[in-house]
């Protein structure tokens, strides 16, 4: 069930999720992984932190099986525990977790700066009936070469469940393109969007997709390897991804700019004619494209030029230089 938040300008009807949690009989922890999995839905008050609807309250606490059910759904197990109720040994479940057959669905790094993963009793009990041939007696040869062949699924799985809990929370076109970019590092990021304003909108937006922090540089290290695609097959099903999103955005509304921005049109070529700037706006392409030759791609003087020298004009201002970049890539 996706989350699904709605905004209001005051507070009526609403209790913080601190006492929405006593009153559902959760800890910080198991609440906050209700809201995650969309059991609870909050709402998200404008200028404050989230809230819970006290009708939310009452619709949780009107569910069948109401607290035991709602607990055994919030069960999170770590790998001695997960692999006693699976009744298999440590080693077994830790390579069937590596091999990506079912995603955690939390993690936290310890003070040796390692990652604990947590998962859902629910899934790994739902695993366990559908698998029964991998919980007992000799894997299967090629299989079991199989799953230790495989590179460790479990900070990608995790990222994959994340970005479809966070996906499910809004409906707004470019909240749901800063979802996707939250996994991108600044590098591909930048790559993706090429377009300034765009992407300083979506990284705006970004959420924090580990739902904590750490004041340690180290374990802050750490928490990227997680929340992160370093795998080159992973970055491009997410950057494809973020393309149709900023589609979907950009036909809703455009990313918001400053007051007095110049806009440079690029047009498609005919023949081999040059793209233009839009009509009366800034100096002429040609004599802007020299400019920047002449002080080098980034206001620098270009190769052979004395340091000292002179140059014939100041830095391209914003618009140009983006002018700039998109005319290098069609050339």
């Not at 040609?286 to 002179?310: N, S, T």
């Amino acid at each position: 069930m996706a989350v699904q938040e709605c905004r209001e300008r005051g507070t009526t009807a609403t209790v913080a999720c601190g006492r929405a949690a006593r009153e559902l009989g959760l800890k910080p922890r198991e609440f906050q992984l209700a809201v995650q999995l969309g059991h609870v839905r909050t709402v998200s008050v404008v200028g404050g932190r989230p809230r819970v609807a006290r009708e939310e309250i009452e619709r949780v606490r009107s569910g069948t099986g109401f607290p035991e059910a709602l607990r055994n759904s919030l069960w999170a197990v770590g790998t001695a525990e997960a692999a006693q109720l699976m009744g298999v040994s440590p080693a077994r479940f830790a390579r069937l977790a590596r091999a990506g057959c079912f995603a955690p669905v939390r993690f936290y790094v310890n003070r040796y700066r390692a990652v604990v993963w947590h998962y859902l009793a629910a899934d790994l009990v739902e695993f366990a009936d559908a698998n029964p041939g991998l919980l007992t007696g000799r894997t299967d040869p090629g299989l079991r070469l199989e799953l230790e062949g495989r590179e460790d699924q479990r900070a990608r799985s995790w990222r994959a469940r994340r970005l479809d809990q966070l996906s499910g929370r809004t409906a707004d076109p470019w909240e749901r393109a800063a979802v996707v970019a939250a996994v991108l590092a600044p590098d591909q990021l930048a790559d993706a969007v090429p377009d300034a304003y765009e992407r300083a909108y979506v990284s705006s937006l970004r959420p924090d997709i580990a739902g904590f922090r750490s004041d340690s540089a180290a374990a802050r290290e750490v928490i990227a390897t997680v929340t992160l695609a370093v795998d080159a097959d992973e970055i491009g099903r997410h950057r494809e991804r973020l393309a149709l999103a900023l589609d979907a955005a950009r036909a809703a509304r455009s990313a918001p700019r400053p007051a007095g921005h110049v806009a440079w049109a690029v047009v498609e070529p005919e023949g081999e004619r040059e793209p233009e700037p839009e009509r009366g706006q800034g100096p002429e392409p040609e004599q802007a494209l020299k400019r920047v030759q002449e002080q080098g791609p980034e206001g620098e003087p270009a190769e052979g030029q004395a340091a000292g020298a002179p140059t014939a004009a100041p830095t391209a201002p914003a618009g140009l230089r983006g002018w700039l970049r998109r005319l290098r890539r069609i050339m």
